[in-house]
């Protein structure tokens, strides 16, 4: 079962270790992506017998189907939400699954840390794919004292490198777009810049808000779009406990630093699906 941000390699990528293991396959690809869903499926419907690989269309209640037949194997990414409705059906079968699930994902700046290179790793890791991947950073925290270093440098790079509305690539749908706006409405932090919307074609200009508290609005989900919330803090130790402390783990953890054993110390102390660090 596939999620939408990347329908093709998320859904392909699965089957060929299926393939491998000289098992049959069945691919569900998202709902929120008909358009590639149909080519996925005219694919597997050229290159295979529909008795070895199949390929279903359709939304909850064709999930809902499927999930009730007893499938040796279950893989699964998309949603924590999606994720636990997935893992309860295959429970009635015992089913093996996998679910590759989201996470609000932190990016850690140190103090030492190169500024210049944070910037242009947020600008790519954010705004690739308008923010819709799985292991893009969904806020920063930042040293109170050098916030206003970073907010000059992205923003600066944000108006150079993604100059208009269309710069970062299309959001899934309206739907989402128009999520993502009321967050920036509700947002107590300092909107640093947000360009135009244009939610009917499904796009959304970069943003970046400032000043944000622990209990925002746009710290109480996975944002999944461009939009990227920075948080201050003080102290390193407290601001690994307030990571730890909101469920889910995250699904990566990204520390800037100069030094390599202290990056290892920071990452080692909050569990994470996938754990990087930047050290030179």
């Not at 000289?22 to 050229?46: F, L, R, W, Y």
């Not at 109170?144 to 299309?170: C, F, M, W, Y």
């Not at 959001?171 to 939610?199: C, F, M, N, Y």
Request: proline share 7%.
């Amino acid at each position: 079962m596939g999620p939408f941000n990347y329908p093709v390699a998320l859904a392909l990528g699965q089957l060929v270790g299926a393939i491998a293991g000289g098992n049959t396959a069945m691919i569900k690809p998202s709902e929120q992506v008909p358009h590639t869903a149909k080519v996925i499926e005219d694919i597997v419907n050229t290159a295979f017998d529909s008795d070895y690989l199949a390929v279903v269309q359709g939304a909850r209640e064709e999930n809902t189907v499927l999930l009730s037949l007893p499938f040796d194997f279950i893989f699964f990414t998309g949603s924590p939400n999606v994720g636990r409705v997935v893992m309860e059906a295959a429970a009635k079968h015992l089913t093996p699954v996998v679910l590759e699930l989201g996470g609000k994902t932190p990016l850690l700046v140190l103090p030492d840390a190169d500024f210049d290179q944070v910037t242009q790793q947020l600008r790519f890791g954010k705004y690739t794919n308008s923010g819709q991947t799985c292991v893009a950073p969904d806020y920063v925290l930042v040293p109170s004292s050098l916030k206003t270093a970073l907010v000059d440098r992205l923003t600066q790079a944000i108006r150079e490198q993604l100059p208009n509305v269309h710069s970062t690539g299309k959001v899934v749908s309206q739907r989402q777009v128009e999520h993502l706006l009321e967050l920036l409405k509700q947002t107590r932090g300092h909107v640093e810049i947000v360009g135009q919307a244009d939610p009917a074609n499904h796009y959304l200009h970069a943003a970046v808000v400032s000043d944000v508290q622990w209990d925002d609005a746009l710290m109480q989900e996975e944002l999944f779009g461009p939009v990227l919330p920075i948080v201050n803090y003080e102290g390193v130790d407290q601001v690994v406990q307030e990571i730890n402390r909101r469920p889910p783990n995250p699904l990566a953890f990204y520390v800037f630093t100069k030094d390599t054993a202290t990056g290892k110390k920071v990452i080692s102390a909050v569990p994470s699906g996938e754990r990087k660090s930047t050290a030179h």
